[in-house]
């Protein structure tokens, strides 16, 4: 069927057997200093959004809320996780993160994804803000010790 989600690959994304298959996450360095990207199974992590970078600043806002980001990665397709938008602080740097949860995002092309997603804002630096769904809050929660020994933040072993 035409309206039929598709995978990155062009298959239909629940028969897609690289999608339901175990994701291998891996970081990479970039050009930029400071700056990594995670790819899953060699590729970007999602079909909407080419790469997933970012810097140290950004890294220490999912790290401060890992529950939430364990939250999302945990939820199961559409369904919108008991996460609320609130205020949150980071007990290492003392920064107040505000956590907004959206219920969908549209696309350049205009098109409405019906997929939840999270947006941390610090509040020191509003420019220090960050967006991830499901797909990156699993990846970032697969990597949290290998991105928290990078972003030199101590995150307690879960």
């Known amino acids: 069927m035409p309206d039929e989600d598709r995978c990155q690959h062009g298959m239909i994304r629940r028969s897609c057997s690289y999608c339901q298959a175990e994701p291998e996450y891996k970081i990479e360095k970039t050009k930029y200093r400071d700056i990594i990207e995670i790819k899953h199974n060699g590729n970007s992590i999602t079909e909407f959004d080419k790469n997933f ?3 140290r600043d950004k890294a220490r806002l999912f790290l401060a809320c890992i529950d ?12 919108l996780p008991h996460i609320r938008n609130r205020e949150f602080v980071d007990l ?8 907004r949860v959206e219920s969908f995002f549209e ?4 098109r409405r994804v ?23 809050a699993k990846a970032i929660f697969a990597l949290r010790r ?6 030199n933040y101590p995150l307690a072993d879960r």
């Open 146 to 151: 290998k991105i928290a020994r990078w972003a």
């Open 92 to 99: 290492v740097g003392g920064d107040r993160i505000f956590v």
């Open 68 to 79: 939430i980001v364990e939250e999302l990665a945990a939820a199961q397709g559409d369904e």
């Open 114 to 136: 019906n997929v939840p997603w999270i947006h941390l804002q610090s509040s020191k630096n509003p420019d220090i803000s960050i967006g991830f769904g499901r797909r990156k």
């Open 107 to 110: 696309r350049s092309d205009g």
């Open 53 to 55: 970078m970012f810097g």
